[in-house]
């Protein structure tokens, strides 16, 4: 089951489970989708995997399965992708 994180990796925008605009990599590091799309190009950071977009989960299926309240962010930041 996923973790919904609530943040960003690299900005630390809230990223709430109803949110459309959470990306993850397999392993669930997640960011928003501009730090995604423009500042990762799509590859995960710390893995080097794929980013697509989180699944939202059914509102009615969060009260027993809740999303993360844990916070995960990059304490160094997000550097842009070297061309
Ligand atoms: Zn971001
Ligand atoms: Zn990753």
Do not use: H, Q
């Not at 630390?12 to 928003?32: Q, Y």
Request: hydrophobic share 30%; with cysteine; net charge neutral.
């Amino acid at each position: 089951m996923l973790e919904l994180r609530p943040n960003c990796e690299c900005c630390d925008k809230d990223l709430p489970p109803e949110s459309r605009e959470a990306m993850i990599c397999t392993f669930e590091c997640t960011f928003c989708v501009e730090c995604a799309t423009d500042v990762l190009a799509g590859t995960c950071p710390n893995c080097g995997g794929e980013l697509v977009r989180r699944p939202v989960r059914p509102l009615g299926k969060l009260e027993k399965y809740p999303a993360s309240t844990k916070r995960v962010l990059k304490a160094e930041g997000c550097a842009p992708k070297a061309a």
